[in-house]
């Protein structure tokens, strides 16, 4: 079946690090991949997504690049701030629409 | 309003009792999913609804879980005899559909649901 595997938090930086969030996926096909990401108080809202292998998907400064290779869709930012503090999750769809996530990982970031 | 909406915010009941959780989707959206956030457990999959067809049950728990979905836009989940490991944030997610074009899923607030 269709999984995603993310690295555990918490993660703590401090400002201006470099930040990496592994994700590996496991599915059949060639599904979507997506990152979430939930600020403290607030609802889960879309950062990226890519649809096809290779593909980049980029928001706020963040990256993610569909390695099918690998079956990994790695989060990285060059420098965080103390407001990406929050908790991401990697998720993929696949052909049947449902929407399967990660088990979220928190980052911390430290002025 | 233009966001997905859930009622209520928050619910806290006693163990044994029924509990229904209610998801407005945004208008016009024909997929409308539920997920349970439970801590350290991540966002898992309960059930999605799409247009007319059946709904897709794979991930509800148990037996004392349902969920319906009246003239294809309001959503209710149904909690029976409720148990404390049933403790959660129960969030609801809409997407329009439109063949093979991809659209995102919106997430409503949620609601955080304490079973004493």
């Known amino acids: 079946g269709n999984s995603v595997t993310q690295m555990e938090g918490p993660v703590t930086l401090s400002e201006e690090a470099f930040l990496t969030i592994n994700c590996t996926y496991t599915a059949t096909g060639y599904p979507s991949l997506f990152w979430y990401v939930q600020y403290p108080g607030e609802g889960l809202q879309l950062l990226l997504k890519a649809t096809k292998a290779d593909d980049k998907g980029s928001n706020k400064g963040f990256e993610a690049t569909y390695r099918k290779e690998t079956t990994s869709f790695h989060l990285e930012k060059g420098s965080v701030q103390v407001s990406d503090s929050a908790v991401y999750f990697c998720a993929l769809r696949n052909r049947d629409d449902k929407i399967i996530f990660g088990k979220g990982t928190r980052l911390h970031i430290l002025p | 309003g233009a966001g997905v909406s859930q009622s209520p915010s928050n619910k806290v009941t006693e163990k044994g009792k029924d509990v229904e959780l209610r998801c407005d989707p945004i208008s016009g959206h024909t997929a409308l999913y539920w997920y349970r956030q439970s801590l350290g457990q991540g966002l898992e999959f309960l059930i999605y609804?799409?247009?007319?067809?059946?709904?897709?049950k794979s991930g509800l728990p148990s037996d004392r879980f349902s969920a319906e979905r009246t003239g294809g836009s309001v959503s209710t989940l149904t909690i029976q005899r409720t148990q404390q490991e049933d403790s959660a944030v129960y969030l609801c997610?809409?997407?329009?559909?439109?063949?093979?074009?991809?659209?995102?899923?919106?997430f409503g607030p949620g609601t955080r649901l304490t079973v004493l």
């Open positions: 609804f799409q247009g007319n067809s059946a709904p897709d």
């Open positions: 997610a809409s997407r329009l559909l439109a063949g093979v074009t991809y659209n995102e899923q919106f």
